[in-house]
């Protein structure tokens, strides 16, 4: 049970946010809760999935029930907070209790259709945001007993430090880059020319690996286990908690949308961010997503 943490309130009325580690920890407890329900349905029939928008957008009976049980533990954590989910979208504190400080930004299921098809690159991730700011993060993978978190005070698997495994040397013919591009939504819009991109990643790192969870994807770039991850029209609840983790391991994070890239933009809020673990360079990831948005500016 995750204790309430209502505290003190503004003169204004609204909730005073909790410190980053206790909405980390917060993240944490809620995220364990779910975790062995998810990890008894992982290879079983209970794990089937339907359709949303098509067939390569899908959900399960998990996804949604997930979810709920996670705005209930977080919202009762910190009353007064409020919710932006993958599968509920906004849930919104009572009107009586002000301007929510801390919002939770909550994927049950990041990587549904490989928690469906029996690969366990799928996570919880939840991530706590105050006054638009990301401050903690959690991304954990039931089924591989994986626990990701970060505050403002580093960035950890389990109780290790991030990262965890350094620079490879050899330079960038030497890195393992991990990316959902493009996906069928790109592919749709950019015709040959996301192959064409995709190629260039291909020819010049030593491993490219298409591994569908964004969570994760950032979560191994903070570990050291992955060099680079590019995310190409991702949501908040795709990078928000796998940003952070990134960030505080030292990495590095370059946020773009399409009209090209935007170093104001909020990283978490950016539909397409490439974060490039700490001690490596990116260049041929860095021009493939110049290539991307200066295409897609001249749309």
């Known amino acids: 049970m995750v204790s309430s943490d209502s505290g003190p309130r503004s003169a204004a009325g609204s909730p005073l946010a909790p410190s980053p580690a206790r909405l980390r920890a917060i993240g944490l407890e809620a995220a364990r809760a779910v975790a062995p329900a998810l990890a008894a349905a992982f290879r079983t029939p209970d794990a089937a999935a ?3 928008r098509n067939h390569h957008d899908l959900v399960t009976a998990h996804d949604r029930a997930t979810e709920e049980a996670l705005v209930a533990t977080l919202t009762a954590a910190v009353p007064g907070s409020a919710v932006l989910g993958e599968e509920t979208g906004v849930t919104a504190p009572p009107a009586d209790a002000g301007v929510p400080r801390v919002r939770w930004i909550v994927d ?22 105050v006054d638009g700011e990301v401050v903690a993060g959690v991304v954990l993978a039931p089924a591989a ?39 069928a939504e790109a592919l749709a ?17 030593a491993t490219v690996r298409r591994t569908v969870s964004g969570a994760l994807e950032l979560a191994f770039v903070a570990a050291g286990w992955a060099d680079v991850t590019l995310a190409v029209d991702t949501h908040p609840w795709d990078v928000a908690a796998g940003q952070l983790l990134v960030a505080r391991a030292g990495g ?15 990283p978490h809020l950016a539909p397409h961010l490439l974060a490039v673990g700490p001690g490596r360079r990116a260049p041929t990831a860095r021009a493939v997503l110049a290539g991307l948005v200066a295409d897609r500016a001249a749309e």
């Open 50 to 52: 339907a359709t949303k």
């Open 108 to 129: 049950p299921i990041d990587g549904t259709s490989n928690f469906s098809h029996g690969f366990d690159l799928f996570s919880v991730s939840i991530a706590a945001e």
């Open 145 to 183: 007993g994986l626990e990701f978190s970060a505050d403002d005070a580093g960035a950890w698997l389990g109780e290790a430090p991030l990262p965890l495994r350094a620079a490879p040397d050899g330079g960038e013919r030497a890195l393992n880059i991990v990316t959902s591009y493009p996906a």
């Open 189 to 205: 819009r950019e015709g040959e020319a996301a192959l064409r991109r995709f190629a260039q990643l291909v020819d010049a790192h």
């Open 252 to 266: 590095t994070l370059v946020a773009a949308d399409d009209a090209g890239p935007a170093p104001a933009l909020v």
